[in-house]
C-alpha cells in the first residue's frame, strides 16, 4: 500500500516503541509513511466490508477469542499471561463461532500429527473431515515437472495438490478449514480455492521442526547467511 505521503508502508521497520504508535496509541504518532495516518479517510472503505454481517460477526468473535488466550485480566495494570495452546485457541474460536464440521488439510509427511489433531478436535465435538496433499495421486509431470525437478529422481512422484484437497473440503461443506503443514505455494493455493475461510494450526520448516521462526532468533549467531542476498 502506498500511503497518503507517497511512500509504502513499512511498519516492520517502525522506529517507534509500541507505546508511543498511533496504531496502539490514540495520541501516538507514527513515522513518515506510516499508514494509519490518515487511516481515517480510507476506513469507509474498510468498514463498508466489516459492516457485512458474516465478516463483523467473525472479526468480533476473533477479537474475543484473541483476549480469551491471556488469564487473569481483571488486573490492572494487566502483565500479560498467555495460557492456552494454538489448537485451543481454534477450537473455542470453532465453537463460538457455532462452527460444527472442520476441514483438515494435511501435509503427508505429518500425517500422524494430523491424526492426532482428528483426534483432538473430535474430542472437542467436532466432526472432521481431513484429506491429504497427494490427494488424487496426480503425477507431478501432468503439470510440466520434469523428473530432474522431483525429490526422487527417476521415481514416480504424485504433486501436491491443494485445489484437490480444497474441492475435497468444499464438498464435505466444512464450515472452517485447517491447514497443517502444507509446503510454501501450495497453502496459497488452498487458501484461494477454499470456499471455507481457513486458519493455520502449524506452518512446515522440513529443517527446524516446523518452527519457521528459529532462524530469526538465531540470525545473528548463526545465520548471517541469510541475510545475503543469495540463500541458495
Ligand atoms: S505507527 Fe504507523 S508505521 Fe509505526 S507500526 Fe504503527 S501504523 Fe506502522
Not at 474498510?46 to 463483523?56: F, H, L, Q
Not at 509431470?141 to 525437478?149: H, N
Amino acid at each position: 500500500m502506498t500511503t497518503s505521503s507517497g511512500r509504502r508502508a513499512s511498519c516492520a521497520d517502525c522506529p517507534l516503541p509500541a507505546d508511543r504508535r498511533i496504531c496502539r496509541m490514540p495520541e501516538g504518532t507514527g513515522p513518515k509513511g506510516c499508514p494509519s495516518i490518515g487511516f481515517g479517510d480510507r476506513y469507509k472503505q474498510v468498514e463498508s466490508i466489516y459492516t457485512r454481517p458474516e465478516v463483523r460477526e467473525y472479526a468480533r468473535q476473533a477479537s474475543i477469542q484473541e483476549a480469551a488466550c491471556y488469564a487473569g485480566r481483571e488486573v490492572v495494570p494487566y502483565v500479560k499471561r498467555p495460557v492456552k495452546p494454538r489448537i485451543q485457541e481454534i477450537v473455542e474460536f470453532a465453537h463460538r463461532m457455532g462452527y460444527e464440521r472442520l476441514g483438515l488439510a494435511f501435509c503427508s509427511g505429518l500425517h500422524e500429527e494430523a491424526r492426532l489433531a482428528t483426534e483432538v478436535f473430535r474430542a472437542q465435538g467436532f466432526d472432521v473431515v481431513s484429506v491429504v496433499c497427494k490427494v488424487g495421486g496426480v503425477p507431478k509431470k501432468s503439470i510440466g515437472v520434469r523428473d530432474d525437478e522431483k525429490i526422487n529422481i527417476g521415481s514416480p512422484e504424485a504433486m501436491c495438490n491443494p485445489v484437490g484437497q480444497a474441492m475435497v473440503l468444499n464438498e464435505a461443506g466444512t464450515d472452517f478449514n485447517v491447514v497443517l503443514g502444507l509446503c510454501v505455494g501450495h497453502d496459497a493455493l488452498f487458501f484461494k480455492f477454499s470456499e471455507a475461510l481457513t486458519t493455520v494450526l502449524a506452518v512446515k520448516d522440513r529443517l527446524l521442526g516446523h518452527n519457521p521462526l528459529a532462524i530469526l532468533y538465531t540470525l545473528d549467531s548463526y545465520h548471517p547467511w541469510m541475510r545475503k542476498s543469495s540463500t541458495t
